[in-house]
């Protein structure tokens, strides 16, 4: 990592953010950060901007910044932007799907329903997409939805291993494999839609 990178140092400190090692209230101070990066105060500065466009610090009135994690609207905005994203990802993809893609993601979602790890889960799932979407032959695409889809990490660990929530995840992800093996775009297009739509409401 190159640590003078304001975009790495927001990616550091986002991922501090979603894993609580910096949590909700936490008081984020440029000179701590600098020594911590070993930079000005510059790049921290940029990077607390990035953080705060994201939704996931507030400036207060005393002009400290505090994490404040992901707002609603900050959620509903980066689950409307994947909707796009995705969706174009997947009906692009459709035309040069292959059955070794499919089984790909199956045999992911097999280790999905049984995964208990927060961490590894978050892994096959990304996967798991990255599976249905990489035919789309867009690699700027995939690597904005990959960011996009780590920001959010509430699924991992609002979802257990033999919860309701797992089991309706795995219906719909087992719906959009059926659909994708049998080359239903716009069926898989709806599916992924609604998956999505269930984040939003959660």
């Given at each position: 990592?190159?640590?003078?990178?304001?975009?790495?140092?927001?990616?550091?400190?986002?991922?501090?953010?979603?894993?609580?090692?910096?949590?909700?209230?936490?008081?984020l101070?440029?000179?701590?950060?600098?020594?911590?990066?070993?930079?000005?105060?510059?790049?921290?500065?940029?990077?607390?901007?990035?953080?705060?466009?994201?939704?996931?610090?507030?400036?207060?009135?005393d002009?400290?910044?505090?994490?404040?994690?992901?707002?609603?609207?900050?959620?509903?905005?980066?689950?409307?932007v994947?909707?796009?994203?995705?969706?174009?990802?997947?009906?692009?993809?459709?035309?040069?799907?292959?059955?070794?893609?499919?089984?790909?993601?199956?045999?992911?979602?097999?280790?999905?329903?049984?995964?208990?790890?927060?961490?590894?889960?978050?892994?096959?799932?990304?996967a798991?997409?990255?599976?249905?979407?990489?035919?789309?032959?867009?690699?700027?695409?995939?690597?904005?939805?990959?960011?996009?889809?780590?920001?959010?990490?509430?699924?991992?660990?609002?979802?257990?291993?033999?919860?309701?929530?797992?089991?309706?995840?795995?219906?719909?992800?087992?719906?959009?494999?059926?659909?994708?093996?049998?080359?239903?775009?716009?069926?898989?297009?709806?599916?992924?839609?609604?998956?999505?739509?269930?984040?939003?409401?959660?």
């Amino acid at each position: 990592m190159d640590p003078s990178s304001r975009s790495e140092i927001a990616r550091c400190l986002q991922e501090d953010i979603r894993l609580g090692r910096l949590p909700q209230g936490f008081i984020l101070r440029q000179e701590a950060l600098a020594e911590r990066f070993g930079v000005s105060r510059q790049p921290i500065r940029l990077a607390i901007e990035a953080l705060r466009t994201s939704g996931l610090v507030a400036v207060r009135r005393d002009r400290s910044v505090e994490v404040v994690g992901m707002s609603a609207d900050a959620l509903r905005d980066l689950l409307s932007v994947r909707v796009l994203l995705e969706r174009e990802a997947l009906v692009l993809a459709m035309p040069h799907l292959t059955k070794r893609d499919v089984l790909s993601a199956r045999q992911l979602q097999e280790r999905i329903e049984v995964e208990t790890e927060p961490r590894l889960l978050e892994e096959l799932d990304v996967a798991f997409h990255a599976a249905l979407y990489k035919p789309c032959n867009n690699a700027r695409l995939l690597v904005l939805i990959e960011e996009l889809r780590r920001e959010d990490r509430r699924p991992y660990r609002e979802q257990p291993a033999g919860s309701a929530a797992r089991a309706k995840w795995s219906r719909q992800h087992r719906k959009m494999l059926s659909k994708c093996a049998a080359g239903d775009a716009a069926g898989a297009v709806a599916v992924l839609e609604e998956h999505l739509a269930d984040l939003k409401r959660g």
